[in-house]
């Protein structure tokens, strides 16, 4: 087993394991004992057979004895190139880990094999619990058991609207309000009872007391008056200490409003701030992206100056999980449609700073995931400029045209739901040469998945009316 040691311990370390990159940074004295490729000798090592185990039907394998943790990231490892592997083989360690008993895997695990299935040409065929996706997403018991016992003020939150006092609420005593980043009022008409007391509770988040918000103002001004990087860097320092020491610094941000600054001094704050505490648990990245980068790019009508673009993309590349969270899904999702100049930024993001497996699960959560899975992160200030649902703009399918170039893999609902789309918006986008690109790509790329959708994407390709229209009927009636 010594000679699998090298591929256990990127296991471990890399946060998204992929078998090409393992392959092309493994020195040529380390191989793994069997012939390549790497993903194909790991499966069958992951189905050998146990013999110390106790008998059991179906017989023990190797991956029962993994901690969940080196499970799911051997699936990631094997979706990055499942195309590669023995179908049979790979529905035989999909099956044993979405049909064992509830609790024998966990949520990852179970969601690795379910996206390894994905990766197959054929679909999975797998008679796995229809909630097995959905537990990750259930209330604890002790919520369930708190909201058996009284009526919730609101569906998510079981509290009582008598234990909510508005004297909670309060004001600082310079006639500044405490400032929240969320708060939530609830309408005498929802509620009889509320109506006969006459009063209406409010909930806000932790609010900032009085030295804090005179502290805030006065960096507010500091930073939108910074000439020099050297009185930019000062103005980091202290934004980085009052987030800390105030204990909230999303309302500190909110107060201040970085994002104001011209792009030299944001690009200062990129570098510079440092946001950690106790409450920030892991939401750093995210939250210094939507509050000094995401909001210059919400309304963007030319390109984004180099020095802004080149700090920020040094964050996504360091955070891809919060750059999608962030930026990615807020741009995409604004009212008004992706523009070109964010359409740019987004496919310059994409290609420097993600990992495939992370532009794979962004396509995946945007044309197949519900609502609750594609929750963009945002300033309050910034909420009414994004929307839920996609917005179809020629910049949208030049984005997807980008990312289906570099040979990212699409997931099979994904693909089913692209086509259907093409379907929909040929008639809209009939005059449209990136319309007609990204339906060329996409036939040229993904041919083999969507096959089964021939009509549909002739119907798409005989509604288009560009010097491409010929190139896309013909590929298609020639394609086997």
């Known amino acids: 087993m010594e000679q699998w040691l090298p591929l256990f311990r990127y296991l471990l370390a890399s946060p998204a394991p992929n078998a090409a990159a393992f392959s092309s940074s493994s020195s040529g004295d380390v191989q793994c004992p069997s012939s390549p490729p790497t993903a194909a000798a790991l499966l069958r090592l992951l189905l050998s057979p146990v013999p110390t185990l106790p008998a059991s039907d179906p017989p023990a394998v190797l991956f029962q004895t993994l901690p969940p943790f080196v499970q799911s990231q051997a699936l990631s490892f094997l979706a990055s190139s499942v195309s590669l592997l023995d179908p049979a083989l790979v529905r035989s360690l999909a099956t044993r880990v979405l049909s064992a008993p509830s609790g024998r895997h966990d949520f990852w695990a179970r969601r690795g094999a379910r996206h390894l299935l994905d990766g197959l040409s054929q679909g999975g065929g797998v ?255 910034h909420q009414e400029n994004i929307g839920s649902n996609l917005v179809w703009t020629e910049s949208l399918f030049a984005l997807l045209y980008s990312i289906l170039n570099q040979d990212i893999c699409l997931t099979p609902s994904t693909m089913e739901n692209l086509v259907s789309v093409m379907d929909e918006m040929a008639s809209k986008f009939s005059k449209s040469l990136k319309f007609g690109n990204f339906l060329l790509c996409f036939i040229s790329k993904c041919w083999r998945e969507s096959k089964i959708h021939r009509v549909l994407l002739e119907g798409a390709a005989e509604k288009t009316d560009t010097f491409l229209t010929k190139a896309i009927l013909a590929k298609l009636r020639t394609a086997n």
Do not use: Y
Not at 167 to 183: A, C, I, M, R
Not at 289 to 308: D, M, T
């Open 127 to 381: 008679d796995a619990p229809g909630d097995s996706l959905d537990e990750f997403h259930e209330p604890p018991p002790w919520l369930k058991e708190a909201a058996a016992r009284t009526r919730p003020s609101l569906p998510w939150l079981p509290l009582e609207w008598r234990s909510v006092n508005a004297s909670n609420v309060s004001s600082g005593g310079d006639g500044f309000d405490k400032v929240g980043l969320e708060s939530l009022v609830l309408e005498k008409e929802e509620d009889s009872e509320m109506q006969e007391a006459e009063c209406v509770p409010s909930l806000s988040a932790p609010s900032l007391g009085t030295q804090s918000l005179h502290r805030a103002l006065a960096l507010q001004k500091e930073i939108l008056m910074a000439e020099s990087i050297l009185v930019a860097q000062r103005a980091a320092k202290d934004l980085q200490q009052l987030c800390v020491e105030s204990g909230n610094a999303e309302a500190v941000l909110s107060i201040v409003q970085p994002w104001k600054a011209d792009d030299d001094t944001v690009r200062v704050l990129l570098s510079s701030l440092v946001l950690d505490g106790d409450g920030m648990r892991g939401k750093e990245p995210a939250l210094m992206l939507c509050s000094l980068f995401l909001p210059k790019l919400l309304n963007l009508q030319r390109p984004v100056s180099s020095v802004l673009l080149a700090a920020a993309l040094d964050l996504c590349k360091r955070h891809p999980a919060a750059a999608l969270e962030a930026v990615l899904f807020p741009l995409v999702l604004r009212k008004e449609g992706l523009t070109v100049p964010q359409c740019d930024v987004v496919t310059r993001i994409v290609k420097d700073g993600m990992h495939p497996l992370h532009v794979t699960a962004f396509c995946h959560r945007l044309l197949s995931g519900d609502e609750k899975e594609r929750i963009p992160i945002c300033m309050p200030e």
